[in-house]
């Protein structure tokens, strides 16, 4: 069985965490987020993966170089490069070729997911459903337009309530579909999308297009402020009060940071997350803080709900974001 993983967003509500790197490798935990999304499909035994890029794809290819390589029983990677951006079913058919022959799973890029994909797929297989859409239940949390099933694990639509009867009820899809390789032929050359397209033709038409309800834990961070408190979430989740891989001060509470990370003794750092190669000076303080690569925050820097970035090489309009030294603070 192959998998394809989605990673051409651009990423632009997580703007400015992703003005220097894809949105599918940007650190959560301490890993790029893509690392979750191949780990799910390795650990449903897919041989093959294919992933698509599209902004910095260089950030791409570089967060997965060291999966998948020679000599251990994992999934091997491509490459499906898109000078333009195609949407989730033009990414699709583009790489059909090597989709084609058998079921496939697509999985988001930008996820985390804590569940196994096995039971997933057993029921897709069983149901002989064309296409199965992994969903976890709506709740008030979740701001994402709703997928509705019926009493029969159908789907019945996409979006708002309006024309849905009593017994469908609201859920969240988590952005992996379990697909047969028949949908391959109603994909058309060029761009075009999953759920805004094909999915909706196919529920008119009489296919079968069901959900599969995980109840594992699942979440996305598709804008600076839910990352943090999905970062923040996950550590809770875990029962750890850091997760700090590097030198560090005694005085940090929820903060993750890996290891090329240095952070004074003297220096108080809480609810935050630190990327590679940060360093924070002497008597400094901060609370709900990302710092992206390679900054260096010196002494006395006090912040609070706020994102630290490098100065980039090329200067344009700062807007909401303020120069200090080498780096930008925008507002969280």
């Known amino acids: ?197 094909l999915y909706p033709r196919f529920i008119q038409e009489g296919y079968r297009v069901q959900g599969f309800v995980s109840k594992a834990y699942w979440c996305e961070c598709s804008t600076p402020q839910r990352y943090l408190m999905r970062s923040l979430e996950v550590l809770q989740n875990r029962g750890l009060d850091n997760l700090i891989e590097g030198e560090a001060s005694p005085l940090c509470q929820g903060v993750v940071a890996p290891r090329s990370v240095q952070i004074d003794g003297s220096s108080v750092v809480k609810d935050s997350v630190l990327w590679d190669d940060v360093k924070v000076g002497p008597n400094s303080s901060l609370s709900g803080v990302i710092v992206t690569n390679g900054v260096t925050l010196g002494p006395e820097t006090h912040l609070e709900n706020a994102i630290v970035t490098p100065l980039p090489e090329k200067t344009e309009p700062l807007q909401a974001a303020q120069r200090v030294g080498d780096s930008l603070i925008w507002p969280l």
């Open 1 to 197: 069985m192959k998998g394809m993983i989605l990673a051409a967003g651009l990423g632009t509500r997580l703007h400015p965490l992703t003005d220097f790197r894809a949105k599918a490798a940007v650190p959560f935990l301490n890993r790029p987020l893509i690392h979750y999304a191949w780990e799910l499909l390795a650990g449903a035994g897919l041989q093959e993966i294919m992933i698509n890029s599209h902004h910095l794809p260089h950030s791409i290819e570089a967060a997965v170089q060291d999966l998948g390589t020679e000599g251990q029983k994992t999934p091997s990677i491509l490459f499906s490069h898109e000078t333009e951006r195609l949407g989730t079913a033009g990414a699709i058919g583009k790489v059909r070729d090597f989709l084609a022959g058998d079921t496939f799973v697509v999985c988001s890029g930008k996820i985390y997911f804590e569940q196994e994909l096995d039971q997933a797929i057993g029921f897709h297989q069983e149901r002989e459903s064309l296409v199965t859409l992994v969903l976890v239940p709506d709740s008030d949390e979740y701001s994402y337009n709703p997928v509705f099933l019926d009493e029969k694990n159908n789907i019945t639509g996409f979006g708002p309530a309006e024309n849905r009867t009593p017994s469908d009820q609201p859920h969240v899809f988590t952005g992996v579909h379990i697909l047969d390789p028949k949908i391959l032929d109603f994909i058309p050359a060029g761009p075009s999308e999953t759920v805004n397209d």
